[in-house]
């Protein structure tokens, strides 16, 4: 049994609920594809999923490495095939479910990811440059990565232009005719309308927000983690980090939250278009059908 099945999609798209849904139908465990809920107490600014929510289908790669440090693709990619490799071994069917499109592509592909280490005096370097000159330098560097990067986040530009700078090499891009086949996979992307997707984030931030549960839990994570830290998550950790110093009012982080969010839902789909294996689905029937197709 080499079957891996990955539930994908920009964020607020509804990946989650469809999961757990197709999880309990098929006997599946999932495994998250995720770049921030990997980190412990990262939880309401993550969107992580509750036990609840859960209804009690195992789910792995939540709360696996300290926010202190980074946490690499290279890393993520051993980790999470380890787990596929032993749900497979149980029987049951992987679920690989998330928004992170290099973590997923790192799974489906067995991408060879360049296992480079932190250089302190590179890194030192390029955090005195501002974001934008960041991502000049990555554009002429690396233009395929800049176009997907999230020009905001100074973490992932840091790391992207290590990586181009310490090999010599673009970092891994998605490349069909070089598809490893280590799983039999069926890729399925949860598509909505770009008026119900700026609802769904809109409603997503308002909810967050109730009872300040993200500020409290900000305020939490910044016992232990510097601002500049936080800021590096990027969306709802920069803002409400920014709100909390004073940089921002209250409602300048709401809008920020929403406009930034559809930004990044916008930088995610380009990342899947690009791979025409995925079949795009708008309810859960399609799924359906498709699951059994391929099983």
């Known amino acids: 049994m080499n079957k891996l099945i990955v539930i994908l999609g920009p964020t607020s798209s509804g990946k ?9 139908k098929f006997n599946g465990e999932i495994v998250s594809a995720d770049s921030r809920q990997i980190y412990k107490g990262m939880d309401i600014g993550s969107g992580k999923v509750t036990k609840k929510e859960m209804a009690g289908i195992p789910h792995y790669l939540l709360d696996v490495a ?21 749900i497979q071994k ?11 499109g290099f973590y997923i592509q790192s799974i ?14 590179l890194r030192e370097k390029l955090e005195k440059l501002t974001t934008e000159q960041m991502f000049e330098k990555l554009e002429k560097l690396d233009p395929k990565r800049a176009k997907l990067i999230d020009l905001h986040n100074p973490r992932r530009l840091v790391r992207a232009l290590e990586i181009v700078l310490k090999t010599g090499h673009p970092v891994p ?3 069909e005719s070089k598809a490893s086949t ?27 927000l109730e009872n300040n549960a993200m ?42 939250i929403k406009i930034e969010s559809g930004q990044y839902a916008k930088r995610q789909m380009t990342w899947f278009k690009r ?17 059994k197709k391929f099983l």
């Open 173 to 175: 891009q998605f490349n």
């Open 182 to 208: 280590k799983f039999d996979v069926l890729q399925i992307g949860v598509t909505k309308s770009k008026n119900e997707l700026k609802n769904r984030i809109e409603k997503r931030v308002t909810k967050r």
């Open 215 to 256: 500020i409290n839990e900000i305020k939490k994570l910044h016992k232990t983690l510097s601002w500049k830290r936080l800021e590096e998550f990027g969306l709802e950790y920069r803002f409400v980090a920014q709100y909390l110093q004073n940089k921002i009012s209250y409602e300048e982080m709401k809008d920020r």
């Open 108 to 121: 489906v592909d067995g991408i060879i990811i360049p296992e480079v280490k932190p250089d302190w005096k």
């Open 275 to 291: 791979d025409a294996r995925i079949k795009w689905i708008k309810n859960y029937k399609t799924s359906e059908k498709l699951i």
């Open 90 to 100: 149980r029987g049951k069917i992987p679920f690989l479910v998330g928004g992170t």
């Open 16 to 24: 989650t609920d469809l999961s757990i849904k197709l999880a309990k």
């Open 66 to 86: 300290n926010p202190k440090r980074r946490f690499s693709v290279a890393q993520y990619q051993k980790l999470a095939i380890k787990v596929v490799k032993d």
